[in-house]
């Protein structure tokens, strides 16, 4: 990607950033702000490439506003910048708070979701009564003649930004689910960094099925959303000091902090570090998802004003009891869990024997006729893209069920390897096939404890059936030395022609379908075991989705 592509899409973050037309002396301040050393005359000439490409429109000589088709280029022209930007927009609201808490006036960051009924209203209610937010300030923006309610809430990285206004670095690292159990935090269960994902990470569990928050409201067990951050230790007393403060005013959520480099409900503290606990700003709303009620659910979306909220309860208690340290064994990233797999791999390709690591997925056995039916169809469409091996298998403890394995791209990984080649899962990503295809989703194996692809699959992401609009499906990449690449080149073509779904083989410093792979490597896309699988799920039929399950000798499968 070239420097001028990168200050084009600079641009239209600019644009999209604003409600009016803004003309190229404000685009060329701000574009110094963001490190871009640009006078208004070259301004214009990228400002009119926009024009031209449709990303961005003249408005008179109030300036230029960015297109419909400048807001997709800027979500999905640069997905692999995506992954760092998640990040810097975190960074961004932190610096943007400015709340006094003293004055109890300033910005602060909140998230916006839309609900449709008083009920719930009443369950969000319920939720911050019950402790579980981390504000009862909100603001209620109910519409004239439209069942529809726009909830903001206050976000917890106004925490962040009220400990760096006082001097202390707060770091977001992780989002995640936390299990509580009779009232008390256990451990964390899932999380993904804040730094390896174009996801904001608890909008990647935000889905139902991931969090359990009314059943903790009502038994004191269940999953609910969090964020992990870490201060520096010499901060913590005078943190803890502006914590009290905040949470005397209605700003709190804080469910523990560690003692300096001990480990905290899982997460390891590095050394001279502490770690901090906060409850997910979207607690209430996953409750009102939990409840069956129609949501959409929005994260960290804007700064505003502290005086335009107002509390919604006014009774607060602490659900939750005092946390144990260092009890619970630490929380490994999928990676990490899956190297000892991926060891294993030993499918040999001459023999075309051996094993490989699988996906297995359960649904209904009365639904198994349909389910394989679907997926020939599906494979038949589109032979490119859908692997077609898959072998069925018994649940262990249902016999009304049956699983579907199908091979996990990791597989491949392991063969490079049993073949004297470094092969590193880097991303699991959502591919949409346009020409050429462009990763829209990437969520790093090294910085997420959950399947990306499985997590794709709960968010119904996935248009792999659909006759209608661009197809969408699961896609891997991995990166390789470049010193191997050649032989890499012959292994992975004779696995595309046993029916291994290799999708596309990069350059060295190419952008590879949108990925990047580090310097000196190249890029290898490949498809997931899980597309046939996805096609089912669009089909209606219920699934039970296990990812990276097990080991399965290739020999034994069957094809479509």
Known sequence: MSESEHRMI???????????????????????????NLGERAVRYHMQILDEKGYSER???????????????LEKGLIYDQVDFIYSKFEEMIYLTDFNYIEQNGNVVVNTSTVYNEESINIIKNVIESGFSVSPYVNLNRFKDEDKIE?????GTTIDGVLLNEGIASQPQYGGLLKIEDSKPIKFTEMISYKKTSMTPLDAFSTAGFTSVLDVMDT????????????????????????????????GGVIAISDEGKDILGIPVPEGMVGMVIVGGITPFCAVQEAGQNIDIKIAEEIMGFNTLSPLASK????????????????????????????????????????IISNVSYIDRDDLDKALEIMEETY????????????????????????????????????????????????????????????????????????????????????ITKNTGTQKILASFKEIPYISRDYSVHLLEILRNIGFSIYKIGKPRELTYNAKADNYNFGVVTG???????????????????????????????RL
């Open 10 to 36: 600079e641009i239209l973050r600019i644009l999209n950033e604003q409600d009016k037309p803004i003309g190229s002396k404000l685009i060329a301040d701000e574009l110094n702000n963001k490190g871009y």
């Open 59 to 73: 408005k008179g000589y109030s300036g230029r506003v960015i297109t419909a088709l400048g807001r997709e280029k």
């Open 151 to 155: 909830v903001t809430t206050l976000c």
């Open 220 to 251: 004191g067990s269940g999953i609910i959303p969090a964020n992990f951050r870490l201060i520096p230790g010499i901060g913590k007393n005078k943190a803890i000091d502006i914590l009290k403060k905040l949470d005397k005013i209605g700003i």
């Open 316 to 355: 607060i208690k602490n659900s939750l009891k005092p946390i144990e340290h260092d009890v619970q064994p630490k929380i490994s990233f999928l990676l990490s869990k899956t190297w000892n797999l991926i060891q294993q791999v030993n499918f040999n390709i001459e023999t075309r024997k051996g094993d």
């Open 380 to 463: 038949n469409s589109n032979p490119k893209y859908i692997n077609p091996y898959y072998k069925l298998i018994d649940h262990p403890n249902d016999d009304g069920k049956v699983g579907i394995a199908t091979i996990c791209s990791l597989s491949m990984d392991g063969i490079l390897i049993d073949n004297g080649i470094m092969s590193t899962p880097k991303y699991g990503g959502l591919l949409e096939l346009t020409e050429p295809p462009l990763f829209i989703e990437l969520i790093s194996y090294s910085g997420s404890t959950e399947d990306p692809h499985k997590i794709f699959l709960s968010k119904d992401m996935t248009s």
């Open 528 to 558: 997931s075991g899980l597309n046939s699988i996805s096609a089912i799920k669009e089909k209606g039929i219920d699934v039970e989705v296990k990812a990276i399950e097990k080991l399965l000798p290739f020999e034994k499968m069957d």
